[in-house]
């Protein structure tokens, strides 16, 4: 790192926002008898997770002493406006005006605020991580150097991704979709489903068989297989030559997951539930949990990710960011963070989420013929217009 980086906030604020225009963006597709909506939320059949009936996300808007602003964002698409009361109505009265060593200084400091009362993840830590991108944008920008520059000297300019959910509502639709992702050089997709590996196996099949061209094919249960469905799908799905098979088991079933990496078949890869590198570590020592670390940026932060990095390298792990819920400012300090990643996977790619805010964000990241170049600006790589933000800013 650096050894200019300090810096002084002079303020900082949160913005919940929300995209109603494009309500059907994340699972409508998938609409089933027992499905259950409310004015906010849905669940789908299959799964336990709750989903967002809107895109929703909490926005950071940090200005340093010197007037160079940083913008930052995390992965909090259930109840965003948690993160922002927590950044406006508490850490703002502790950091602004404050003057710190480094970016890892200001998220050490925050994180031991509150670590003895047992603030270890969740909300808190989602804070945490939109108020570290937003200093590292800051900080990068004064600097004139992307971040991941700044991470890494070594960083990729190139990388290639695969498209995260295959969102259409008949197989056929699928295919014809994927089809034309292939010919923009897509190489890798990664398909959701349930724990009943049967059903799965047969949407896998009908998806490879319908395109043949596409190279590499990702699995990702969330979280809903039982030990012997996850083991059944570990060895089906290496069978059809799927490079990983993503979340299989409950997230906090730490000797499942162990167990499970002993058996044939796939490689397992997960870490998007982690904040934190206290959280992680356990998984990636012997006997490991994982094969494959997949750490959410709007979740750990910049700060984080560089040590959670470090962590899985030390223990022979492979790392590649996972792409959740956010649009141009988290994605972008996703794909910041891919640049100093194992170039040996694909990077999730959300194809319709950073298009969200519109004319609102200007990003440097342009898809081409299959990934993206890092862009020849500082920061993450991403300017907002703040007048444009207004018609998806929701006031409490």
């Known amino acids: 790192m650096p050894s200019n980086l300090n810096f002084t906030i002079k303020s900082i604020e949160s913005l919940h926002l929300v995209f109603k225009d494009n309500a059907s963006y994340w699972e409508s597709y998938r609409a089933n008898e027992g499905d259950r909506v409310t004015e906010r939320f849905e669940f789908k059949q299959g799964w336990q997770t709750v989903y967002a009936r809107y895109v929703?996300?909490?926005?950071?808007?940090?200005?340093?002493?010197?007037?160079?602003?940083?913008?930052?964002e995390a992965n909090a698409g259930i109840g965003p406006e948690i993160v922002t009361i927590i950044i406006n109505d508490i850490l703002a009265q502790m950091i602004q005006g404050q003057e710190f060593a480094n970016p890892s200084s200001l998220w050490n400091f925050l994180y031991d605020t509150q670590r003895g009362r047992g603030y270890s993840s969740g909300y808190w830590l989602d804070a945490l991580a939109a108020i570290d991108?937003?200093?590292?944008?800051?900080?990068?920008?004064?600097?004139?150097?992307?971040?991941?520059?700044?991470?890494?000297?070594n960083h990729r300019t190139k990388f290639d991704v695969y498209l995260s959910g295959v969102r259409r509502a008949t197989l056929q639709q699928r295919i014809e979709h994927l089809k034309k992702w292939i010919d923009t050089g897509l190489r890798g997709a990664k398909i959701f489903l349930t724990g009943d590996i049967s059903t799965g196996i047969d949407e896998l099949d009908g998806l490879q068989a319908g395109v043949p061209d596409l190279e590499q094919w990702m699995?990702?249960?969330?979280?809903?297989?039982?030990?012997?469905?996850?083991?059944?799908?570990?060895i089906e799905y290496e069978k059809r030559n799927v490079r990983f098979f993503e979340c299989p088991l409950q997230p906090e079933d730490l000797t499942g997951h162990q167990e499970l990496v002993r058996k044939p078949g796939v490689d397992i890869a997960l870490g998007e539930h982690f904040r934190s590198r206290y959280q992680m570590e356990q998984w990636v020592k012997e006997p490991r949990a994982l094969d494959i670390y997949q750490p959410d940026i709007g979740r750990t932060g910049f700060t984080d990710y560089m040590v959670q990095l470090s962590i899985t390298s030390d223990a022979g792990i492979k790392t590649t960011p996972h792409m959740g819920t956010g649009v141009s400012v988290f994605q972008a300090a996703t794909l910041q963070c891919?640049?100093?990643?194992?170039?040996?996977?694909?990077?999730?790619?959300?194809?319709?989420?950073?298009?969200m805010l519109k004319e609102a964000s200007d990003s440097g990241w342009r898809y081409k013929e299959g990934g993206f170049t890092l862009p020849d600006r500082p920061g993450i790589g991403v300017e907002i217009n703040e007048e444009l933000l207004e018609p998806f800013i929701v006031r409490h």
């Not at 200093?135 to 890494?152: F, G, T």
């Not at 699995?219 to 570990?234: F, Q, R, Y």
Request: proline share 4%; charged share 20%.
């Open 56 to 72: 929703e996300t909490p926005l950071v808007k940090v200005t340093l002493d010197d007037g160079t602003v940083g913008w930052g």
């Open 133 to 153: 991108i937003a200093i590292w944008d800051a900080v990068a920008k004064r600097e004139q150097s992307p971040v991941a520059a700044l991470l890494n000297q």
């Open 219 to 234: 699995v990702d249960t969330l979280w809903m297989c039982s030990h012997k469905s996850a083991e059944i799908g570990k």
């Open 338 to 355: 891919a640049a100093v990643a194992s170039p040996d996977y694909l990077q999730e790619f959300q194809g319709g989420l950073s298009d």
